[in-house]
């Protein structure tokens, strides 16, 4: 292996020495911990430490890196404790996840690290965000990011970089190939030759280095690095090493040829710029043997800490509370009694634009967001107002803008991101339910996005841009979903979700947009969230519903003359009023839950099982439930006519009445 020190110093050399041990050693006691069960599992980076230790040197400690799983140089050069890392490891209360993630799924912004999920992938877009933030700022820096080449087959993989591309994100991303994704070969994984061939396809510079020559590593990430600080742009490095052990430990590498073992043995990063060290005269064997006491003691020192702490006592109320941001909005009145007369579709513009307004750092993302305003025209002419900065038009890539909100959390922005249609929230399903939900229960770091999700069918638009998806969320701890009805409650319920410093779903239903209207303050207010609203009262007969189920039932009852109905509009879905329910249960004592959703696994069926369980002797009446037909929405208006609850709601409400 050939080393150039260039111009470099003998200390900056003898500190790349020292950061690239610390990690070996580490990893040689951590094995020894596995096998005497002391740590759980563990995924080894031996044979690659320069690269992450490489880059992290090269990199300022204010740029953020968003590592994987075998990269334990990151997090030990940017100076780790390591009484806490081994905490981490152990699943105890003083690492950085409080015991509820392992190895290093984790971050931490006060060492500007932001660490992976095990759906391999998603942190590129994560980056893209953070990048973002940056150039918003005018902020010189530049983000890092890992991936295996085994991930390169993931789809957020291509966003990423596409995204990075077209916006001139200053991002490494840094791809570790070593040849296999777990067992799997590069040969099974993809047809290409190299990675840096794909730089072409993306528009983008692609640079490869030797990943197991520190001295290349750091050098080489140190001038792109400058480069992309004055001309932010992404930039496609391929790292060649190998990994000389198994995926994790109990996967063994029986699948790679002996061969292949001995090639790269010879290669060892820290063997052999040790030699180098030693022939240069930078290093003799007496510093070798201090330096390797000097890392031996902190790391015992780290593990006796460790062992001293006893694992984290569980509470189901910490628990609970630590899946959201702690927040306690103020409710905020209009300035003025002035009012006008808003579309539904109106109102949540509004709500868009004085949010923008209110916050800087607020930025809209989705497809044809800008000049054009959006499918719906809800965002036309944002741009002259607020610039294409704020106002960004997307690649048709739902995932990694999803992520991209994600990663400008962490710089302190909030986002809304547009789903053209609520359907379309599939393909960033991933990033929604296992990135923004959980990264504050995981590590304390909120996700300050709004997505937005135009919903719902009656427009003859069939399966792919007419369902009703909110169950979907229904079940995800982390998330906060609003569903809106009218005017007044779309501007207002908007707003507190963009003041929410936690995740949240916002559906508007699409027919509602330009077929209802009402005059409503035309300052900036809020509404709660999780607080119903009682859109009629009477004493017959209690329908809970949400969305355009309250138009339904205010029509039905209107044509019911004799009948007194209370008509609960939920509002929110996640968190959802349960004080309210209970409310008009006891008054009532014969309730109907509705929606528009399919009723097997909708929401009212969670909805009246809670009414079971908790108002049982209320009831006068079991509690009948209505939803849209078990089938896809389907097109031709008959068809979807019958797969629309409203009729079957009615003939549930007699039913009721008749128990």
Known sequence: MAFDRKNYS????LHLYKELLLPRMIEEKMLILLRQGKVSKWFSGIGQEAIAVGLTCALHSDEYILPLHRN????TARQMPLARLFTQWQGKLSGFTKGRDRSFHFGANEFHIVGMISHLGPQMSVADGIALANVLRKEPKVTAVFSGDGGSSEGEFHEAINVAAVWDL???FLVENNGYGLSTPSSEQFRCKQFIDKGIGYGIEAVQVDGNNILEVYDTISKLAESMRENPRPILLEAMTFRMR???????TKYVPKELFEIWEKKDPVNNYEQYLLQEKVLDAAKIEAFRAEIKHAIEAGLETAA?????????????TDMYRPFTPEIVAPKSEAKSERRFIDAISDGLRQSMERYPEMVIMGQDVAEYGGVFKITEGFVSQFGKARVRNTPLCESAIVGAGLGLSIKGYKSVVEMQFADFVTCGFNQIVNNLAKTHYRWGQNADVVVRMPTGAGTAAGPFHSQSNEAWFFHTPGLKIVYPSNPYDAKGLLCAAIEDP????????KLLYRSIADQIPADYYTLPIGKAALVSEGSDISIITYGMGVHWAKEIMSQMPDVSADILDLRSLLPWDKEAVAATVRKTGRVLVAHEDTLTGGIGGEIAAWIAENCFQMLDAPVLREGGLDTAVPFAPPLEAVFLPKQRIREKIEQLLAY
């Open 72 to 75: 334990l140089g990151v997090f």
């Open 502 to 509: 936690n995740p949240v779903m916002y559906f508007e239903h």
């Open 308 to 320: 001293a702490e006893s694992m984290p006592t569980a509470s189901a109320d910490t628990e609970l």
């Open 246 to 252: 198994g995926h994790e430990e109990a996967s063994g």
């Open 10 to 13: 003998d200390e900056t050399l």
């Open 170 to 172: 200053p991002v490494i």
